[in-house]
C-alpha cells in the first residue's frame, strides 16, 4: 500500500493559481487527481503514468498541468485559471489499474490508494 499525503490547498479568487503536490512512500505506474465537491461524487481531474502519458476530464483542459517527478515519487497538480467551480477536496491517489493498451484509467474504482484531500476554495 502506498502512503500519500497532500500539501498546496488553499483559498484564492477566481483567475487565480494553485499547485498542489502529493508525496508517496513508493512508487506507483498510475497516480492522479480526484475531487469532490459538497454534496457530489468525487471524479477524476487528470492522471499520469511514469512515462507522462496524461488524462484530463474535459472540465479542466486547458487549465491544470498534471506532472510527476519519479525519482521523488512526487505528484503535482498546476491550476490555473481557476473558477469556483473548482471548489472541492482534492485527493491524490495511486495504485491506479492499468488499461489493455499500457495507460492509466481516470475512474476513482481503478485507484486503491488514497490521500487524506486538501480543499481548495476558489470564491467569485
Known amino acids: 500500500q502506498v502512503q500519500l499525503v497532500e500539501s498546496g490547498g488553499g483559498s484564492v479568487q477566481a483567475g487565480g493559481s494553485l499547485r498542489l503536490s502529493c508525496t508517496a512512500s513508493?512508487?506507483?505506474?498510475?497516480m492522479g487527481w480526484f475531487r469532490q465537491a459538497p454534496g457530489k461524487e468525487r471524479e477524476g481531474v487528470a492522471d499520469?503514468?511514469?512515462?507522462?502519458?496524461?488524462i484530463y476530464a474535459d472540465s479542466v483542459k486547458g487549465r491544470f498541468t498534471i506532472s510527476r517527478d519519479n525519482a521523488k515519487n512526487t505528484l503535482f497538480l498546476q491550476m490555473h485559471s481557476l473558477k469556483p467551480e473548482d471548489t472541492a477536496m482534492y485527493y491524490c491517489a495511486a495504485d491506479g489499474a492499468i488499461s489493455g493498451s499500457g495507460g492509466c484509467m481516470l475512474h476513482e474504482d481503478d485507484y486503491h490508494d488514497w490521500g487524506q484531500g486538501t480543499q481548495v476554495t476558489v470564491s467569485s
Open positions: 513508493g512508487r506507483s505506474y498510475c
Open positions: 499520469i503514468d511514469t512515462d507522462g502519458r496524461t
